[in-house]
Nanobody
Framework: QVQLVESGGGLVQPGGSLRLSCAASGFTLDYYAIGWFRQAPGKEREGVSCISSSDGSTWYADSVKGRFTISRDNAKNTVYLEMNSLKPEDTAVYYC??????????WGQGTQVTVSS
């Protein structure tokens, strides 16, 4: 069964850090670009970051550039999103998917990130 599972979300104070994980089962992540997206209450889903399958090149939304880092560990079949200097506006459900756009074939169920004091 093909599955993506996100983990690592939680409640953190402004300025804090979290590391999200996106683990794949039933297929190999190596051949896919992996994107992270988020959706805040009342807002549309937006792209946050993406990492290519070929050369590991990365993309970040302007709102997270310099604070978030995406990486992949193909041996563990997992992609990570390291989030630092978190702000209340980063609060959202975070999803990973097997592409860098909304047409991705596979999506995870999401993990909640709440940034609040």
């Amino acid at each position: 069964q093909v599955q993506l599972v996100e983990s690592g979300g939680g409640l953190v104070q402004p300025g804090g850090s979290l590391r999200l994980s996106c683990a794949a089962s039933g297929f190999t992540l190596d051949y896919y670009a992996i994107g992270w997206f988020r959706q805040a209450p009342g807002k549309e889903r937006e792209g946050v970051s993406c990492i290519s399958s070929s050369d590991g090149s990365t993309w970040y939304a302007d709102s997270v550039k310099g604070r978030f880092t995406i990486s992949r560990d193909n041996a563990k079949n997992t992609v990570y999103l390291e989030m630092n200097s978190l702000k209340p506006e980063d609060t959202a459900v975070y999803y990973c998917a097997t592409d860098c756009d909304y047409e991705a074939e596979y999506w995870g169920q999401g993990t909640q990130v709440t940034v609040s004091s």
